[in-house]
């Protein structure tokens, strides 16, 4: 559908790959394919090889084409939601008897789906400190087909040697995969760094406006890509025509949208970090933060995501999510508003009582593109 942008720059490719004018009209942004079926020219007789929405559709495959363009990929696969996207993915590298090295610090969703979904198939896991690649390697046995990262973590903000892991997962004979949801493809590009898939929930920075729900692979095989598409198809939870258009908007302006937001978010850390009522702040551009030299090393600026803890324990930490104004007070990340949340409570209270459980005094942030004193100013008054 498009052409090959690979010699491009990133931004270049944020905007372009994918989107080449439509052929009919010559519209200049991919139109919103809604349909469900096509009309063959004879049994068998595809036009652009379109049958089924389910199978293919050019509105998601222009976003798909996107996808493996920014992440440096071979295939990209567009999902209904990013579980819906860790869960072919889990169906398609495992079968029960198999393990899996998961991080101590993840999307509680993402520990949800293999503690009460994954594992009732057979799969087991072992938790691991992945930013500790001895700790990973210590963790993989004869039977580990997968180790899985995400960097920066969520919602402690954990860094991740990727190509350290990448080389533990080879000596393995493991996948490594990649959920690259918190720094997006513009400020980290873990294909290069040795990731066999890369995961998103393009709900988040890569969609950047709180509109949409998708998720996504990103295969640096072809083989595996191919095998991926497979299960997508077989399994069904396919981004629908308007939710993949809405994301290959989002994608557009990515690359400013994410400079804003880490420029916002290390000026937030900062403040933090001198608020008498702040006893610890999270985030990766803090110069004493133990994952920062990994971080400087493998991204290109440090996100948009802070988190940070409070003196007098959950209550006080709640009560500051209470009086936040500016900030809003909702689940979900990246989009250009705002967001503040409290983990223990709301996306992590699936962990609760597990090995990934996280600290009842943590505030989590994600830092819009809003003006960066009025953020400092609704955040010092909502601390007190």
């Keep these: ?61 222009a976003l798909e084409e996107n996808l493996a363009a920014i992440e440096g990929g071979r295939r990209g696969l567009a999902f209904a939601s990013g579980l819906a996207a860790e869960d072919a993915l889990l169906r398609t590298l495992l079968a029960p008897g198999a393990h899996v090295v998961i991080p101590n610090d993840a999307y509680g969703g993402t520990f949800r789906l293999f503690a009460k979904v994954v594992q009732r198939w057979g799969v087991d896991f072992s938790v691991a400190d992945t930013s500790d690649p001895a700790a990973v390697r210590a963790a993989v046995n004869d039977r580990t087909k ?69 998720g996504a692979l990103i295969a640096a095989d072809a083989e595996l890509g191919e095998e991926l598409a497979y299960h997508q198809n077989a399994m069904g939870a396919v981004a629908g025509p308007f939710d993949a258009w809405l994301v290959l908007r989002g994608i557009k302006t990515l690359p400013v949208r994410m400079d804003r937001h880490s420029e916002n978010a290390e000026r937030v850390a900062e403040m933090l970090t001198r608020h008498p009522k702040v006893t610890q702040v999270l985030y990766p551009g803090l110069p004493e933060h133990p994952g920062h030299e990994v971080a400087a090393k493998q991204m290109k600026a440090f996100g948009g995501m802070v988190s940070f803890r409070v003196e007098g324990g959950e209550a006080a930490a709640v009560a500051v999510c209470d009086r936040a104004k500016l900030f809003t007070l909702g689940e979900s990340l990246g989009g250009v508003e705002s967001l503040i949340e409290h983990p223990g409570r709301m996306t992590h209270a699936s962990v609760v009582g597990s090995a990934l459980e996280v600290p009842g005094d943590l505030v989590r942030l994600s830092v819009g593109i809003e003006a960066a004193d009025d953020l400092l100013a609704d955040l010092t008054q909502a601390l007190g």
């Design 1 to 61: 559908m498009s052409d090959d942008h690979s010699v491009h720059s990133f931004e270049t490719r944020a905007i372009h790959a994918g989107n080449t004018a439509d052929p009919l009209t010559g519209a200049v942004v991919p139109p919103i394919y809604q349909v469900s079926t096509y009309k063959q020219d004879g049994v068998g007789g595809l036009r652009g090889g379109y049958e089924y929405s389910r199978s293919a559709n050019p509105t998601r495959t």
């Design 146 to 214: 997968v180790i899985w990262v995400e960097t920066p973590s969520n919602p402690l903000l954990g860094i991740t040697d990727i190509a350290a892991v990448a080389d533990v997962a080879r000596s393995a004979g493991a996948k490594l995969v990649v959920d690259n949801t918190f720094a997006s493809p513009y400020l980290q590009q873990p294909i290069a760094l040795g990731a066999d898939v890369v995961v998103h929930s393009l709900t988040k920075y890569m969609g950047g406006h709180s509109d949409v729900v998708g």
